[in-house]
T-cell receptor
């Protein structure tokens, strides 16, 4: 079966750094996605990792270790607008995405 | 980039009636469409996968006779919630995939539909 775990909620301070972890066990693997979703809106693509290592894109970075079934999303210089849900999703090579439960991040002043 | 248009964005219907939600891929051919449901403070749960011209494949626990999916063309898929009940109230999101695009941007989401059944 497919199992993707991430923390339910996190709180961080404006200007700080936060790391959101995701662990997965899937029957196949063709890449891991991170999405940002504000309430009532569709998910917005943030990053994609298919090889081990760190992918950096501005204030957002994503890391993948395939051997450990582990990824994290790193958000730097947090802003109030970063308060949202962050979804980890795995393409299990079946040409479909399986989502984790999502992490609700609250950024406080 | 690829765009998926989803309509309506919000709909309120009476219990027992049917509601149709449309998803259109505007600038690419959606060989595969995915329909998700999302309850408050929860993640996206896949309901069904449809390939153009074929019957949809439903996830376990999703009633295919209640959630009718039609993917008659490469640019349009519809989800019809039949005999809607208050427990069907949710946020429904479609996602389209062009299988000829093997890159990470191959999944494109619609803007979602907030369904409220009263």
């Amino acid at each position: 079966g497919q199992n993707i775990d991430q923390p339910t909620e996190m709180t961080a301070t404006e200007g700080a750094i936060v790391q959101i972890n995701c662990t997965y066990q899937t029957s196949g693997f063709n890449g891991l996605f991170w999405y940002q979703q504000h309430a009532g809106e569709a998910p917005t693509f943030l990053s994609y990792n298919v090889l081990d290592g760190l992918e950096e894109k501005g204030r957002f970075s994503s890391f993948l270790s395939r051997s450990k079934g582990y990824s994290y999303l790193l958000l730097k210089e947090l802003q109030m607008k970063d308060s949202a849900s962050y979804l980890c999703a795995v393409d299990n090579a079946g040409n479909m995405l399986t989502f984790g439960g999502g992490t609700r991040l609250m950024v406080k002043p | 980039g690829a765009v998926v248009s989803q309509h309506p964005s919000r709909v309120i219907c009476k219990s027992g009636t049917s509601v149709k939600i449309e998803c259109r891929s505007l600038d690419f051919q959606a060989t595969t469409m995915f329909w998700y449901r999302q309850f408050p403070k929860q993640s996206l749960m896949l309901m069904a996968t449809s390939n153009e011209g074929s019957k949809a494949t439903y996830e376990q626990g999703v009633e295919k006779d209640k959630f009718l999916i039609n993917h008659a063309s490469l640019t349009l898929s519809t989800l019809t919630v039949t005999s809607a009940h208050p427990e069907d109230s949710s946020f429904y999101i479609c996602s389209a995939r062009d299988l000829r695009d093997t890159g990470p941007y191959g999944y494109t989401f619609g803007s979602g539909t907030r369904l409220t059944v009263v």
